[in-house]
């Protein structure tokens, strides 16, 4: 896995097109989609998605202002709660200009766990969207992992905690599917810098088609144990059909053979 994760380190990803808006629509952990949601019109987000290739490379930054990590835990634009900054920095990046593969801590690299939302969507890879009128299905080409975001549907009183959380979702606007995920476990970074997060976690993502071939994601971070309020972050994918999907997976005991399978 090291040496794949190193190639793909070189890597494209997307451009990133950052947003400082906190969403005003998420409805009460635990709670439903707001009144109408039912009757709106699906947006049509079918497909796979690839990152824009003009952004970078793996690993870069959540953070606006700091997008390739380089002021790790001095971000302008990350609400950290003292504790929370602190887990930042104790925390050793297997990418970015601190690059440490071989003493990282990050347990996706670690022990081939899931890495989580929204840190899946900085890889390069490709995400595919398939919609049905009861769910929408979120497949990762890397994994392979996916998420099931329930329509109009709600969530449990008292979720167990998941990697990937309980999710439901709505349409807005005609072009833009609303995903509300709580119910998660603290064993994921958000992303590869290493900013943490706990069991209260709460994201609202909103997946927006801007055009035929421009896909949108934006991601609010709610977090009252690691941050002190509500940030926002967006990128955007280009449309790309007619290519398979490829197949990339880590085993249990990968990071000792460094075999990685792919299609």
């Known amino acids: 896995m090291r040496n794949r994760l190193m190639l793909l380190g070189s890597l494209s990803l997307g451009v990133l097109t950052f947003s400082l808006a906190v969403s005003a629509q998420a409805p009460a952990r635990g709670g439903s989609p707001p009144p109408g949601a039912a009757t ?14 003009r952004r970078g490379g793996i690993g870069q930054s959540l953070s606006v202002s700091d997008i390739r990590g380089a002021k790790r835990g001095q971000e302008d634009d990350i609400p950290y709660l003292p504790w929370a900054r602190e887990k930042t920095l104790s925390e050793r990046s297997s990418t970015g200009p601190d690059l440490g593969f071989a003493s990282t801590t990050d347990p996706q690299v670690l022990y081939c766990e899931p890495p989580g ?24 080409e890397y994994g392979p992992f996916f998420r099931v975001v329930w329509l109009n549907s709600k969530h449990p009183e008292d979720p167990d905690p998941q990697w990937w959380g309980h999710s439901i979702g709505w349409y807005e606007n005609d072009n833009t599917l609303v995903v509300d995920t709580i119910g998660f476990n603290d064993k994921s970074w958000l992303d590869s810098s290493g900013y943490p997060h706990g069991e209260k976690l709460h994201l609202i993502e909103r997946f927006r088609r801007s055009d035929p071939n421009t896909l949108r994601y934006e991601v609010t971070v709610e977090d009252p144990e690691y941050y002190t309020r509500p940030w926002t972050t967006a990128w955007t994918y280009r449309h790309s059909p007619n290519v398979e999907l490829m197949e990339y997976f880590c085993t249990e005991n990968e990071r000792d053979r460094q075999h990685m399978v792919g299609k």
């Open 117 to 140: 939302v929204p840190h899946i969507y900085l890889w390069p890879i490709k995400t595919k969207l398939v919609q049905t009128p009861e769910a929408v299905y979120i497949l990762h």
């Open 40 to 53: 709106a019109k699906p947006a049509d987000l079918s497909g796979d998605w690839a990152p824009d290739g």
